[in-house]
DNA sequence: TACAAGCAATAGT
DNA sequence: ACTATTGCTTGTA
């Protein structure tokens, strides 16, 4: 497979914000549709969705790694339900990132681009 | 170029 | 549970 500089793909400024921001999330982290929108400066997670969507970067963007801000796994290659999402699961468990009902089982798992904890 | 519709979501009621 | 909001992409005229 090859690996072609973001800078060559046939992509929009938006989707190469999005797909920057996803590949610094480390290896056994997720992080939320909300934060990166905070990451990126966005505030509709449906753009970023929908961005990752259409990504023509898979695996070598981990757009696994994003799950919804409740904690709940979110959605996978285009739906929220079905056989993508457990490959979805299986991909984070791989990396040590433990779902437990569809739900991320630690919190502490979660990357927020060194910005601080959500005041919730 | 202009307009309408849709999206892997989220917050508020 | 349901509706409103939100930024961006895509399709059609």
Known sequence: ???MPLEEADITPFQRRV?????????GFVTTYRWLGLAIGCRSPRA???ALRRNPFAPEVPCHRI???DLT???FAGKRQG?????????LAEEGVRFEDGRLADP???????????AR
């Open 48 to 50: 970023i969705g929908q």
């Open 19 to 27: 797909y920057e921001a996803v590949l610094e999330i480390p290896h």
């Open 67 to 69: 799950v919804a801000s």
């Open 1 to 3: 497979m090859r690996m």
């Open 73 to 75: 796994i979110g959605g």
């Open 108 to 118: 502490n798992c979660l990357f927020t681009f060194g910005m601080e904890t959500p």
């Open 83 to 91: 056989p993508k999402i457990a490959k979805k699961r299986r991909l």
